[in-house]
Structure formats: C-alpha cells, structure tokens
C-alpha cells in the first residue's frame, strides 16, 4: 500500500518561512512527477508547485520567488521550502505523486495534507 505523509506545517507570521516534507512510503517501484498543492477555506484545490523526474519545476504565479520545491529520489521524498509567507498562504498543503507501485501502473496519490496558517 502506497502511502505520502505531508510535515511541517504550522502557524507562523507572515514574513516567516517554512518547509514542508513529503515522505512517500510502500512497494514503490518508480515515482513520476510530484507536486503540491493548497487548498483554502471555500477555495478550490490549486496547484502550487510541481516537479519532474528529470528536475523541471513549475510554480504558481503567487508563489514564484518565495517557494522552492524540491526532491530526493533516493528517499522518495519531496520538500516545499516556503519564504515570506503571506496571509494569502494560509491553507492545507497536500502532497501529489504519480506512482507507479507492486500494485498498481502508474496513478496520482495524494496525502492527507498538513495545515499552514500565517498571520498578519
């Protein structure tokens, strides 16, 4: 059974940073591209940051120059380091990944997601 636990998020005042890890877990054979994504009160789930297999990464418009993603392929683990957080940030961050497992060809999973709050 193929499992991702999202960590690190928590509460903190905008200007602050944190980094969120992804920890993938299970009979994994191949992880394809992996993402983050966030969703707000009332608001749609949105993509905040992806990354290949190959390095490439895509970012919101919102987020660009304050969040980095990041991935160990070797730990099957991914990161979010986020800076600057802003009020606008606050949301539950979920982990993404296209996974290809003993059970199964590839598919998208997701975490149960990690709450980041900032305050004003």
């Known amino acids: 059974q193929v499992q991702l636990v999202e960590s690190g998020g928590g509460l903190v005042q905008a200007g602050g940073s944190l980094r969120l890890s992804c920890a993938a877990s299970g009979s994994i054979f191949s992880i394809n591209h992996m993402g983050w994504y966030r969703q707000a009160p009332g608001k749609e789930r949105e993509l905040v940051a992806r990354?290949?297999?190959?390095?490439?990464?895509d970012y919101a418009d919102s987020v660009k120059g304050r969040f980095t993603i990041s991935r160990i392929d070797a730990e099957k683990t991914m990161y979010l380091q986020m800076n600057n957080l802003q009020p606008e940030d606050t949301a539950v961050y979920y982990c993404n990944a296209d996974i290809e497992s003993l059970s199964s060809w590839y598919r998208d999973y997701w975490g149960q997601g990690t709450q980041v709050t900032v305050s004003s």
């Open positions: 990354i290949t297999t190959g390095g490439s990464r």
